[in-house]
Every structure is written in C-alpha cells, then in structure tokens.
C-alpha cells in the first residue's frame, strides 16, 4: 500500500480526529457556593413568663433585624424594621450589630428582664448572632439592654442602651480562637476556672467581662462553688446591664462587678420553676445565701445564713445573686 492510500485511510476511519472530549468547550468555573445560615421559629414568649406583653416586644423588634445580602446599613434596618411593624427609632442603636455582614440570623436565647416599671422596662436579651461575611460565617452571643416603654398601643422599643460589647468580630464560644482568648486568663485563677467549666454557661459578652478582669473573684468563686452541684446559664455579669438600678439613681451592684443574673438552673428557666415546691433553683438560692452572698434576688423569700432574698415582678424569671459591699 502507497505511503498516500494509508494516510487516507487513516483519515477516513477518524483516527486522526481528536477525542470528543477533547473537542469540546471547557466547562466555565464554579464559583464558590454562599454559606447558608441557619434558619430559626420565632422565639415564643410563654404564657406564664411575668409581663410577657413586655418581653415579646422586645423579641418581635430583635428578630426583625434578620437580613439578606445588602442589608447591614441603618437605612436597610429601618426599611425592616417599618414592614414588620416596628419602630424604626433604635436602627442606629443597632446597626453596629450588623456591620459589615453580608447577611445576618438572629436566634434569641432568653429575654430576661433589667427593669420593670408601669410605663417601661428593661429587657436584657440574650441573642445569637450568625453573621455571613462572604464565604466566612460566625456567630457571637450577645446580652442586649434593650429599652421600652408603654404607649396607648402597648408595648413598644424605645432604644437599645447596650449592644453587649463592640461591634461583633467576636470569636464564637468554642473556636479555637475563644480558647486561646481565655489561655490570656491566668491559670488557677477565679477567672480561668469559671472560663473552663462548660457547667458555667455565659453568652460572650459575660465571657469578655471575665476576660478583662471586670467582675470580682468573690463572684467567680461562688459560681464555680455553685456550678459543683448545678449547670448555670448566666445571663449577665457586667456588660448589658443597666449601669443603675432600674428607676433609681443608685449605681447596679453589677456595673461594680459584684453580681451575676443567672436565668436558668440545669436547663430549665427560673420562670419555670418559680411556682414549684422545691427544684435546682431554690437549692441554688438556698446554697448562695449560705455562700455568703448578701443580695439575692429571687421568686421567693428564702432564708438561710442569717441572709434573706427579696423579691418582685422584676426577678420572678431570674436568679440575681451579689456582694452589696
């Protein structure tokens, strides 16, 4: 055979052809799928917390703070704010929440009254925040000292008095980085045992405040002292509390770092547990009393120690727990 018939035959039988994968069109590049942030039910106020009218409004505002992509800027979080029925006063207030994140979740934890007074109120809220900055997500547990008051249409926002520290670059509990944070904390010191007990269960900003030294060690040894037989979910120590006590010009015992309010015994709220014969927090009240703590605050009168709780509307749905000198 010729050197040209086996060249067309070559040609002809296509195996000079290149394959047909190759022949196609390279295939666009994928681009980085966004992360989805977790979606939440509405936090739903229970019947039998006290003034609950007052405690969902302060929830109702928090959750329509939640945004998409776009939406961290004072003027988006007033445009959310109007469509859901809210007042459109605090987006300033607020807005260092969300700055500088692509979209926003808002989970609310517990909200625990500050102050209770006929025609306004303090709601210190417990809130996670999940923040999505491009591909990164992170979330942060903040106490808001969020501020209402009542009109003739009920209970509305006024204001929120403390967002729970700066704004939120916080490193989430639990990431590597917040257990770095805390090796700052010197080891065997009041501090670094309450940072390390996973029975003592604080939102970030309380965290912050034992990191900085903010709260007495009379305070830490009781919790950890308490955290031996109890799990503890604080919900303030200094930062997001009022600085006074609510309606009076006397200066909060926990603006002096000398008082911890402590919102639920081994998972169940103290609201919950108020109208019980005996249950973990009584026993824990008992045992502070006993500890020495000479302001406690509670949803009964409880003797022990030569010491006694007082009580009121404001603290049926917490325990506050102080060293008043």
């Not at 405040?209 to 955290?227: E, I, N, P, T």
Request: glycine fraction near 10%.
């Amino acid at each position: 055979m010729s050197l040209l018939a086996v060249l067309l035959l070559l040609w002809t039988s296509g195996c000079g052809r290149p394959p047909r994968d190759a022949a196609r069109s390279p295939s666009p590049p994928t681009s980085p799928r966004t992360p989805a942030l977790p979606r939440f039910t509405p936090y739903e106020v229970a019947s039998g917390e006290p003034a609950p009218e007052v405690k969902r409004a302060a929830v109702r505002f928090l959750e329509a703070l939640a945004h998409g992509p776009g939406g961290a800027g004072p003027a988006a979080i007033r445009g959310r704010l109007a469509a859901a029925g809210q007042p459109t006063g605090p987006a300033d207030d607020v807005a260092p929440l969300l700055v500088g994140a692509d979209a926003t979740a808002v989970d609310i934890v517990y909200p625990q009254f500050g102050g209770l007074e006929p025609t306004k109120a303090s709601v210190m809220a417990v809130v996670r925040l999940h923040h999505r900055r491009g591909r990164d997500v992170s979330a942060t547990t903040r106490t808001l000292d969020v501020r209402l008051a009542k009109g003739e249409r009920g209970w509305s926002v006024t204001g929120v008095a403390s967002i729970g520290g700066g704004p939120p670059r916080d490193v989430p509990t639990g990431s590597p980085d917040a257990a770095s944070r805390d090796a700052t904390v010197p080891p065997g010191s009041p501090a670094a045992a309450v940072l390390a007990d996973d029975r003592i269960r604080m939102p970030d900003t309380a965290r912050a405040d034992v990191r900085a030294g903010r709260v007495d060690d009379r305070v830490l040894r009781l919790l950890s002292r308490l955290a031996d037989e109890h799990t503890l979910s604080v919900a303030v120590l200094v930062t997001g509390h009022p600085r006074h006590v609510f309606g009076s010009p006397a200066v909060s015992n926990h603006a002096r770092g000398r008082a911890v309010d402590v919102w639920a015994v081994d998972g169940v709220p103290v609201a919950r547990q108020r109208k019980a014969a005996d249950g973990p927090a009584r026993a824990v009240t008992r045992q502070a009393l006993r500890l020495g703590a000479d302001e406690v605050g509670a949803p009964w009168t409880i003797q022990a120690n030569g010491l006694s709780t007082f009580t009121n509307t404001l603290h049926q749905d917490h325990l506050h727990i102080a060293f008043d000198r």
